[in-house]
């Protein structure tokens, strides 16, 4: 109990890096999680044969990076709308902040060849994407439309025929995990302590630690 209460106490990360650093690995567990849960459990007892199958590795490996790319904007995007009330007449200072702190988590990835293009489209993307988003009111988790559902059921490498009906389960996972990804980050993070340190805090000081 006494390290239960230690761990609860514990104050809780406030820096833009450390913010940037938990919304990438959140976008990767969502993509990941996503795509191999249902591979996984559609496959069963062949997973071995599957897996092993170099046909069947290129077309996971596609998928995972087209679904890594959108999940990771649409955690961007979860970010955005759940910091917006703390940054009233500021909305694009904020947007502008987390293209830059994206843009340099995402330049530790090296995608393949094959995925380059969508990986730079998708940086390109982003800053519309925030743009269109905060012409409305912020959404949630729940409400949040969800980049990633469509690359995801264009490149799930099992056969569109063998998925019949199993659409509203697959959405259902992959909102499911940002679903999640909001309850850490709320876990995690005081948004307006941290909102309060960015704007503060210079562009060129954001990967120090």
């Not at 104050?11 to 990767?28: C, I, K, N, W």
């Not at 200072?93 to 380059?116: C, G, I, K, S, T």
Request: glycine share 4%.
């Amino acid at each position: 109990m006494r390290f239960l209460r230690h761990l609860l106490s514990r104050p809780r990360p406030q820096e833009p890096h450390d913010f940037g650093a938990f919304l990438h690995r959140q976008g990767a567990f969502v993509a990941q999680k996503t795509v191999l849960d249902y591979c996984r459990v559609k496959i069963g007892r062949n997973e071995k044969d599957f897996f092993g199958n170099s046909e069947f590795q290129a077309a996971l490996k596609h998928c995972r990076w087209q679904v890594f790319l959108a999940a990771q904007t649409d955690v961007m995007a979860l970010a955005e709308a759940w910091l917006r009330p703390f940054w009233l007449s500021q909305e694009q200072l904020l947007a502008n902040r987390l293209v830059a702190l994206h843009a340099d988590f995402m330049a530790e990835e090296a995608p393949p060849a094959e995925e380059q293009e969508a990986f730079s489209a998708s940086l390109a993307a982003l800053p519309g994407h925030l743009a269109g988003l905060q012409l409305a009111a912020p959404h949630d988790a729940r409400t949040l439309p969800l980049l990633a559902e469509a690359p995801l059921f264009a490149t799930l490498p099992i056969h569109a025929d063998q998925r019949k009906g199993e659409g509203p389960s697959i959405r259902g996972a992959l909102r499911f995990h940002i679903l999640s990804c909001q309850q850490e980050m709320e876990r995690a993070f005081d948004p307006a302590e941290l909102s309060l340190r960015w704007r503060n805090q210079p562009e060129d000081v954001l990967r120090q630690t």
